[in-house]
Nanobody, 118 residues
Framework: VQLQASGGGLVQAGGSLRLSCAAS????????MSWFRQAPGKEREFVAS???????YYADSVKGRFTISRDNAKNTVYLQMNSLKPEDTAVYYC?????????????WGQGTQVTVSS
């Protein structure tokens, strides 16, 4: 599976962005898809995940502001980010895990930069 993330950019606090992650290769619909982020000087952290049948999970820091979704027909996962805060600034990565090992991410995208100005 090859993953290509896009949609990052510079936005003011309170604004919105939508990230996309397009997948190619093996069967997209059989993978758990997630977003992670890494801010400068910090460890990579989990942001959101969507399972095969649509169950979603979020980090507490983004609950109520971010929404993860997937379009299996387009082999794409999205992250809608609303009410952005400066602390959301990071490189965002999409990742794919097989359903048999949902917490083991075999594939990663290249990352897309999100910068939120105050």
């Amino acid at each position: 599976v090859q993953l290509q993330a896009s949609g990052g950019g510079l936005v003011q606090a309170g604004g919105s962005l939508r990230l996309s992650c397009a997948a190619s290769g093996r069967t997209f619909s059989s993978y758990v898809m997630s977003w992670f982020r890494q801010a400068p000087g910090k460890e990579r952290e989990f942001v959101a995940s969507i399972r095969l049948f649509g169950s979603t999970y979020y980090a507490d820091s983004v609950k109520g502001r971010f929404t993860i979704s997937r379009d299996n027909a387009k082999n794409t996962v999205y992250l809608q980010m609303n009410s952005l805060k400066p602390e959301d600034t990071a490189v965002y990565y999409c990742a794919a895990a097989p359903r048999s090992r949902p917490n083991e991410y075999d594939y990663w995208g290249q990352g897309t930069q999100v910068t939120v100005s105050s």
